[in-house]
Every structure is written in C-alpha cells, then in structure tokens.
C-alpha cells in the first residue's frame, strides 16, 4: 500500500530508488547474525579508543534498532517532538523517520529514499528530512512500525508525512493536538490526548504495558540532570566539544528520552568535556568566535564545518536544538507532566518565546554571531528569519540566514554557503576591531 | 473590520460583537512586503502581509505553519492593531469541540473589549448573526447546487461568493460611541441581517437573469475541483475556458465556507454550536479526521458524475502538497477518478502553461470516454 491507501508500483516490479544496495540493506537490516556482528563490531571500536559517549550514542541507536528490525519490542513512529519517554515508558523502541534522514544522509542513501518519495507524487518543495523519512519506509530501510504518534506543534510535514506512513503500513495513528496557547485547559486536554494514546497503544500494539513509565521517567530525569551539567560545561571558552559533532548528536536528543542509554551518553559526553577543559585540549584550540547555530546541519557534508572551526577557528558553541528546555518529569502524574514537557517547547506559540530562548542562549553561551541554517522547505523556522534578523541586530548580535538541505545533496550550494559564513566571518571581525577602539 | 485568515473562524462572532468580517481575499503579495516572509512561502500566507488599518482586526488562525509566522510577523513588524490567534483543533471529537468553543468565547470576548457594544446584548446578537449567516450559507448553497447541475457557471458562482464576502466586509459596525451621531438604536440586535440577506438574493437574481449563454454550459466534461485555497478566480476560468465544466470547488472559499449550516437548536451555548459546526463541515487538508476528505470528494464526484479532479496547490504550500497525495491515491483506490495536479502562485490560471496542461487533461478525459464508448458497443 502507498500513502493514501492503494497499491501501486510495487505490484509491477521495483520501486523506485529501489537499487541492489539498498535491497541489501534491506535484507541485512533484519537478520540477526547482523546485529551480533555490529555489536562485536562496537566492542571492537571501543577497544580500539574510539570515545566512551560516542560507543554510548552509537549502542544506544544499536539496541533500538536491534528491538526494531527484529521485532524484539514494538517500534512506533515518532514525529520529532513527541516525548518519548511515552514510547519507552510503554516498552517499546521508537523510531524518528525525519532524524533518521540525518542518517541516511550521513551513510549516503538519502537520494534513493528521496528518489522512491518523489516517485510517489512527494513535492521536492516539501523538507527533504520529511520525504527521505518517507522514502526510506517505502523502501524498508526502516523497520516496519507497530503503531504511528505524532504531535501537532511545530512542523506541518513531520505528522502528515508521519500520518501518511502510518497508511502505507496500515497500522494505528495517534495523534497529540497539541494547543497553542497556554492555560489550564489546554493543558488537560493534552494530557487527556496523551493518557488516550497511551491507552491506545496498550490496547492495539501486542506487549505494550504501562508498566514501564516509572523507569522511563527516571532515566529520563537522570539524563536531564547530567545534560544540565554538559550544557553548563559547554559555556567554557572555549568550547570543550566541537558544535559540528553535537549537531550530529541533536538526534540523540530528540529521540533517545526515556532510554538507559541516554543518562549513560550524557555521562560520559560530561565526563569527556570535563577531561578537555582540564587538559585544555580544545577541538578549537584558538577560538576566534563563537556561534550559536539555529535549527539543523548538512548531513552529508562537512565541509562547512570544517570550514568554520578548522580554517576559521570559529567555534559553534551551542545550537537551539540541544537547549533544555523542560522541567524534571513526574512519574506520579505522569501524562499531566509530558503535556508540560510539549507545551514547554521554544518553538511553539508566539515567536517571542524563541527569541527569549536564543536570547539565552546568546548570553549564556557568549555567543558574537547566530546562523540559522535554512532548511529548504522548513516553514516553522525560515518563517521567522525576517524577525530574527531584526531582533538580533537591535540587541547587536551578527544574524546569518544560510540557505541550504539537511539531506538533499542537489540542493545543497555548498560553495555559496562556504562564500557567505566567510563573509560573515569578516563582519564579525570587523565588529571585534570595531569594539576593540 | 475583521479580517479573517481561515474558513474555521465563524463570520457570525465579529459580526455579532457589531464588526464588519470578511475572509481576507487579496490579489497578491505586496512588493513592498516581500522582505517579511522568505520567498519560498505560500503566497496566500506573503499576501496577509500588509499595513492593515487603525480600525482592522486579523485573526489568524492555527492553520499551517507559514499562517503561524504570519501572525508573528504582524505583532512584531505592528503592521496590525489588533492581530488574534484562533487556536483550531485539527481534530473533531466532543473534547475538541468543547475546547474551541471555549477558544471562541475567548475570541469573542477579545473583540468586545474593543469595541462599544453593551455586554448583556452581545448573546442576543450572536443568535442573530448565526441565524444570519445560516440563510446567507443557505443562499449560497443554492447557488452552486445550480453550478452542479451545470445551470451557472462555476466562475459566476466563485465570483458571487467573493461579492458576498465583501458584502459582508462593509456590514454595518457599530459606531463610535464618541461620534456626535451614535446612538445605542445602533446596537439594537433585531433586523441586522435583513437588508443585507436582501442584497445578496438581488446579486444572486442579476446572476441568474444574465442570458443562458453567458452564464452556463453544458457541453464539457465534469470535473472538481480541489484544494487547500483557490487564491483567485483565474484557475476556474482557465478549467472553464479550456472546455471543461467545473461541478464542484473544495476550497476555502467557496465551499468551505458557505457549505454547511450551524445547528443552535440543540445546545444552549451558540460557542459550542458554533465549534461543532465549524469543525464538523468538510475537512479541510489540515485536519485529521482519518479518509474523511477522500470519501466526501469522492460522494461529491459521485454524485454530480465528476469525470475528474483538478487539484490546485498554492506553491510552497505543504498542507497541500501531502494532501494531494492522499486524495490521488485515495480517490484511485475508490474508482480510478483521475487528478490532475497543479500549482502557483496568484494568476496560476493566466497562464499558458496551465492552460495547456489542463487542455491536455481535457484530452486525456475525452480520450478516456472513447474508449469508454468504444467497449460498451
């Protein structure tokens, strides 16, 4: 079945996008001597020296895929802003399609999952993270979901291209209407949505229990506690981690609450910034300038990067997609508290709430410049450039719009996104000399 | 005057709090307001960009992503006095329903602190607006029940709807209470839609005396026409220049707005009638009732014998771009009805290239009859 509910292409032969790599990958995806060997495979990385939260991150994403290829626990759909502690706290493992396009796009397989989506009629106006998300369910590149759940705020395209997969696979929806404005009521009537859908699952989804969320809770509470120690870590100058590799991790952070393996992630990520700030072995040794860096990445390339903290020395200090933004999660009342969690989100209701965020951020980071990577297709944030651009300028900060995809390589104008961050390299040291008279 | 960004916020509450309200049709982004919203946005969202009046009001609506970034950008630019957010579930179940009545009598309340009407006569009106906007809905359906029947061209119909909603534009609203004329007569509730329902069934009767020639056809293929929002007139009339009869439009304006009726029989609280109605009528792409969309679009190609969809996408509108998706596949599944996809900006319909790809749409669904035509013998 395509999204929409008819079968289609599949009957006659290949999908599109469909080549002999990815029908390996397919088939390897869900054998189970495969996951052995990853998991021999990250012993042997980490014998190798590779650092201890980057073999946390990595069998973090191991063991949920290992439960959602191999059908060991339900895997259910989740759009990027659903709390999923929910998830966890039910027993199973979610999966994020659009932060799984990050992926994609780093392994290089995006262009056949976003080939096999615009096959299906999917506009390429539409944000690649959401079609390679889509793609890469058509073509089985991901795992088969037991059960979507979506949340409304913030991104258009997450829930319908999420709504359209749960068509494709026929298998429940839920979706969190998640209000706009703040009150009491709205509150309740999303914390009412959440206990349905918990409810829901429990029902639908064979060996989901509620059983589970006192623990999810907990490690979620304790991952936030030991992030909260990172982020405060990351104030150092200069920064202790480099800003290209925790926008890598931005995945983690959206998908991984609620996980054992995120407490031990951000354990080991503080630990490991603790070392650098004793050794003073800096990934950026002469810091020239630090950036705060708005909504998403290039995933397939680092050429920007490396542009910016390797030839520039330019730092990026933190992003606002890693910023804390909720308070500790009470077990006791538990779907009350996640409501809180979604409410809470920055990006939601009026933009004033953004700003105070980057405004924070700007602060408390010691940040000289802002670049918001404008994501094709992204509406939620691009839409805000005008105000931002203004907002930062009266309070005297440098504002970079830097058009550009996450995941699609054939919009990517890598060269004049490297001429425009190096001009916006020169207005900040014009502004440094400036100041400095 | 208020100008209303969404078919889901009721005409009836402005109306009734003494405003004028009319759904914001424009004829374009302006030039000048190019730099408060990327390019690559819906054109009808860059369009409510603009200087609006000391005396107007926006409400906004949680319609889609680039309405939310409207609403930012007229309270922080100020290019409105008064912009409201209107907070619409995407869902329709009775927690929804309750959740927006109460949306709406915080709407209504927000206008009335603006504007001189006595409290107390504020529930007897909104009886009154909705009663009101229930005949006028009542007229307009008529109207294009005759464009389904293929008496009235669709352009006539779409172009009597926009005459009025801006009937409705410049409804009578209370005056200042510190102009030297204002007298609390004005506020007086009994009668306020009569003259105004008496304009509209004179609009609709010129409509209809016009000779039959100009205002029907017969001879093309049945088609719909669907969407997220029409944006303007010219992509009727290239479908209808191009030999193809439109029997049905799914969009903002008309249908969307006109094509339902208000209940306040049944409840005492009109909020809550108001809230049912709104969110029970055809959904629009933005909300998630399930295949809700395909089975109306479907009952309605059904019934007035649609040979085919024309789909029309505002460029860079994403709520539209996945639900055509759904209604392709959605409709094929139901009965093989073929869509054509289109997209653009204001004037799509002006242009050559859509009027070739809808000629050769014609051509296909003439070709698709032959050979109809030719099994059948």
Redesign the interface.
């Known amino acids: 079945m395509t999204p929409g509910g008819i079968k289609t292409r599949k009957s006659h032969g290949e999908i599109a996008g469909e080549t002999r790599r990815i029908r390996i990958i397919q088939a390897l995806s869900r054998k189970n001597w495969v996951h052995n060997v990853a998991e021999l495979v990250i012993n042997r990385m980490e014998r190798q020296g590779w650092k201890p939260y980057q073999i946390d991150a990595i069998r973090c994403f191991a063991d949920d895929f290992r439960h959602g290829y191999l059908k060991e626990k339900p895997c259910i759909f989740t759009s990027a802003f659903v709390p999923n502690e929910l998830i966890y706290g039910l027993g199973g493992v979610p999966f994020l399609p659009e932060a799984a396009s990050g992926f994609a796009a780093s392994f290089g397989f995006a262009l056949e999952s976003l080939t096999a989506c615009e096959s299906l009629w999917y506009s390429p106006d539409l944000c690649s993270f959401h079609r390679a998300g889509v793609g890469a369910s058509v073509l089985k590149l991901a795992p088969k979901p037991a059960a979507v759940v979506v949340s409304s705020q913030l991104c258009d395209g997450g829930k319908r291209s999420l709504f359209q997969i749960s068509q494709y696979h026929d298998c429940p929806f839920y979706i969190l209407d998640v209000p706009y404005t703040h009150s009491a009521l709205a509150l309740d009537r999303l914390a009412k949505q959440i206990e349905e859908a918990a409810i829901g699952l429990e029902r639908d989804v064979p060996d989901l229990s509620r059983g589970h969320i006192d623990k999810a809770f907990a490690n979620s509470n304790v991952a936030r506690n030991c992030y909260l120690d990172l982020c405060k870590l990351r104030t150092n100058t200069p920064s202790p981690w480099r800003g290209s590799e925790a926008l890598n991790y931005v995945v983690l952070f959206l998908w991984a609450w609620g996980s054992p393996w995120l407490a031990k992630f951000y354990q080991s990520l503080r630990d490991h910034a603790e070392d650098i700030i004793k050794s003073g072995d800096y990934p950026v040794p002469n810091e020239q300038f630090r950036l705060a860096w708005l909504n998403l990445r290039p995933y397939y390339s680092p050429k920007l990067f490396n542009y910016l903290e390797d030839t520039h020395q330019v730092s990026v200090a933190f992003e606002e997609f890693s910023y804390m933004y909720w308070d500790p999660l009470d077990a006791g009342d538990p779907y009350m508290s996640l409501a809180k969690k979604i409410m809470a989100n920055p990006g939601w209701g009026p933009i004033e709430r953004r700003l105070d965020v980057i405004d924070k951020i700007v602060r408390e980071f010691s940040i000289d410049g802002v670049v918001q990577f404008a994501q094709w297709g992204c509406r939620q944030y691009n839409g805000a450039a005008s105000i931002l651009s203004d907002y930062l300028r009266k309070k005297g900060v440098p504002f970079l719009n830097l058009d550009g995809d996450g995941v699609d390589v054939r919009n990517s104008g890598e060269a004049q996104s490297i001429t425009r961050l190096g001009a916006f390299q020169e207005l900040l040291e014009s502004q440094k000399i400036k100041n400095s008279r | 005057m208020v100008y209303l960004a969404c078919s889901y916020i009721p005409y009836e509450i402005p109306l009734a709090a003494g405003m004028s309200a009319a759904r914001g049709i424009f004829e374009g982004p302006l030039s000048a307001m190019e730099?408060?919203?990327?390019r690559?946005?819906?054109p009808y969202a860059r369009a409510f960009i603009r200087q609006y009046g000391d005396n107007d009001v926006v409400a906004v609506a949680?319609s889609?992503?680039?309405m939310?970034?409207v609403?930012?950008?007229l309270?922080?630019?100020n290019l409105a006095r008064c912009a409201y957010?209107v907070?619409v579930?995407?869902?329709y179940d009775p927690?929804?329903v309750s959740?927006y009545a109460?949306?709406l009598r915080g709407f209504a309340s927000k206008l009335l602190d603006s504007v001189p009407l006595p409290c107390d006569s504020f529930p007897e009106r909104l009886e009154l607006a909705i009663k009101g906007m229930n005949r006028i809905r009542r007229e307009l359906s008529g109207v294009f029940d005759l464009v389904s029947e293929r008496q009235l061209l669709a352009t006539k119909a779409t172009q009597l709807a926009i005459s009025i909603n801006q009937l409705l534009a410049c409804f009578p609203s209370l005056p200042d209470p510190s102009d030297s004329g204002f007298s609390p007569k004005h506020s007086s509730a009994s009668g306020m839609f009569d003259n105004l329902i008496e304009e509209i069934k004179e609009l609709i009767n010129q409509a209809l005396s016009e000779p039959a020639h100009l205002r029907q056809r017969r001879s093309g293929i049945p088609v719909g026409v669907s969407g997220t929002c029409l944006l303007d007139l010219s992509l009727i009339e290239c479908i209808e220049n191009a030999g193809l009869d439109v029997v049905f439009i799914d969009s903002c304006l008309p249908s969307r707005t006109y094509a339902f009726y208000v209940d306040n029989e049944t409840t005492s609280d009109p909020f809550y009638a108001l809230a049912e109605a709104y969110l029970r009528k055809m959904p629009c792409p933005?909300m998630?009732r399930g295949?809700e969309r395909?089975r109306r679009l479907h009952e309605l190609a059904s019934d007035y014998d649609a040979q085919g969809l024309i789909y029309f996408?505002p460029?860079?509108c994403?709520?539209a771009?996945?639900?055509?998706?759904?209604?392709?596949?959605?409709l094929?599944?139901l009965g093989s009805l073929p869509v054509l996809?289109l997209?653009g900006q204001y004037g799509v319909g002006r242009a050559g290239q859509t009027l070739t790809r809808i000629a050769a749409f014609r051509e296909m669904l003439e070709g698709t009859q032959i050979l109809k035509a030719g099994k059948q013998q």
């Not at chain 2, 730099?35 to 990327?38: E, K, N, Q, V, W």
């Not at chain 2, 996945?322 to 392709?328: A, G, M, N, S």
């Open positions: 730099g408060y919203l990327p690559d946005f819906c949680e889609c992503d680039a939310r970034r609403y930012d950008v309270k922080y630019w957010f907070d579930p995407r869902t927690e929804a959740f109460e949306e933005r998630f295949k395909i996408a460029k860079f994403d709520q771009y996945y639900d055509f998706i759904e209604i392709k596949h959605g094929k599944s996809f997209e």
